[in-house]
């Protein structure tokens, strides 16, 4: 964007960005990476727990917003692999916030039509985590007005590896031949099979890397980064992401005269 938009951008009510954004572009997969909780914490002289507890009002503004426009899918970052290497009282504040989160969001998910589900290695998550993510999972499978996906002990490396190893056990078992194996077969082998790929990805806090997210699945998508850190990233920061994405131009490694819209 330009100084000029951005600036004129800047004027505009939330309302009015809202009706900037041009319904048939909408994504309808977006992904993101939450980050910068800890330092917007240590930015106001916070425990870093602080920033994580402040970045749920973000959560919920994210799906209003994905709610209000009818983006259907919304895949949120929330506890890599490689953040079990905190220390210990962070994660174990991490998953307190994750049991509080799901306990006292519940009722108001079920309400709004979301269906929650997770992705990860899941089995790594204290008991009482998982049995809150397993009632959440189950209370809101019939749900399909937004699926929130919510990656929890996530690797992408390790979503690889998960597939190729179901895929393997096929093999072995006889049902499946090496030429089968296709882009198509192992899609269908990742924890997000039965979701597109993100049309969106937006990264917070300033940082320009993936952080081992989705590595398969972010093949095409756009991606966003702003400085702004993830519990200051509300409705209308969002909105300003969609704005951008809709001035992108997705060629798919196309030349864009073939393009059909
Ligand atoms: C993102 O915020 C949340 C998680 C990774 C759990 P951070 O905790 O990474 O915050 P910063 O990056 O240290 O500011
Ligand atoms: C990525 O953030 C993981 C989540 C947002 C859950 P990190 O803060 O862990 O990533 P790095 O360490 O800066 O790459
Ligand atoms: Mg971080």
Known sequence: M????????????NEELATKLDSDLLPKHVAI???GNGRWAELRTLPRIAGHREGIQSVRDMITVCLELGIHALTIYAFSQENWNRPAQEISSLMGLLEYYLSTERTKLIEQGVRFRTIGR????PASALQWVRAAEQETAHLDKLH???????????EIVDAVRELLREAQDGKLQPNEVDEARIQQ???????????????????????????WQLAYTE?????????????RELLLALLEY?????RFGRVLSTISS
């Open 148 to 158: 929130l996906t919510v990656a929890l002990s996530y690797g992408g490396r390790t």
């Open 189 to 215: 082998h990742l924890y997000t099979h039965d979701l597109p790929d993100p049309d969106l990805l937006i990264r917070t806090s300033g940082e320009t890397r993936i952080s081992n997210f989705l590595l």
């Open 246 to 250: 809709q001035r992108r131009e997705r």
């Open 223 to 235: 991606l966003y980064f702003t400085p702004t850190l993830w519990p200051d990233f509300r409705r």
């Open 122 to 125: 899941l089995d790594a998550l």
């Open 33 to 35: 990476i939450m980050d």
């Open 2 to 13: 330009s100084t000029n938009e951005s600036s004129a951008m800047d004027q505009l009510s």
